[in-house]
Nanobody
């Protein structure tokens, strides 16, 4: 059974930093793109950033210059370094992994930015 397990969420003050991690286990097929999405209360889930197997990245305009996504292919893991956090970054963050077959989702980790 495939599982994506996220960690690293929590409460942080505006201007602070957090690092999210996501590890995939039980994956039998090659994983291509990995990424992070987020969903704030009352809003639709949106893309935060995506990274290809080769390391190319793409980010939502709202996080460019503040967030950095990286991955470790050997560990089937993806990371999200979040700096200069603002109140608008408060959301549940979901890890995503696209294989040559199914697409997998993590259970989500809460990030709350509050003073």
């Amino acid at each position: 059974q495939v599982q994506l397990v996220e960690s690293g969420g929590g409460l942080v003050q505006p201007g602070g930093s957090l690092r999210l991690s996501c590890a995939a286990s039980g994956v039998l097929l090659r994983i291509n793109d990995m990424g992070w999405y987020r969903q704030a209360p009352g809003k639709q889930r949106e893309l935060v950033g995506v990274i290809t197997r080769g390391g190319s990245t793409n980010y939502a305009d709202s996080v460019k210059g503040r967030f950095t996504i990286s991955r470790d292919n050997a560990k089937n893991s993806v990371y999200l370094q979040m700096n200069s956090l603002t109140l608008e970054d408060t959301a549940v963050y979901y890890c995503n992994a696209k294989s040559v077959g199914p697409t997998y989702w993590g259970q989500g980790t809460q990030v709350t930015v509050s003073s």
